[in-house]
């Protein structure tokens, strides 16, 4: 279950609750920090298929095989920015609650 939750509210919300746990949503949150942008990534295999593209030894399929990575993570790119740009509505359309 994928848990979002709205932050930096600016009239001192209370955060809204679900079922899960602290201790998993801290452990998503985690592993969310973790990944590299895929941003990063791609001028990381960029750099990558260039440098392999100097060696003799290393063969066009290897370097397709690079290819096709990139291409799967400039794929993923635009689901993930319509997901965000969902959760940035969500936020915003939140009934925000004074104390």
Not at 2 to 13: A, E, K, L, T
Request: glycine residues 2%; charged residues 35%.
């Amino acid at each position: 279950m994928s848990v979002h939750r709205c932050r930096n509210m600016q009239y001192g919300v209370a955060e809204l609750h679900t079922s899960v746990s602290d201790s998993e949503e801290s452990e998503e949150e985690r592993q969310a920090e973790d990944k590299m942008p895929i941003d990063s990534l791609v001028e990381v295999l960029n750099t990558a298929i260039k440098g392999l593209e100097q060696r003799d030894f290393i063969s066009e399929s290897d370097i397709l095989a690079i290819h096709k990575i990139k291409e799967k993570l400039l794929n993923q790119k635009p689901k993930l920015m319509k997901q965000l740009t969902l959760n940035e509505m969500f936020c915003k359309n939140v009934k925000i609650i004074k104390k």
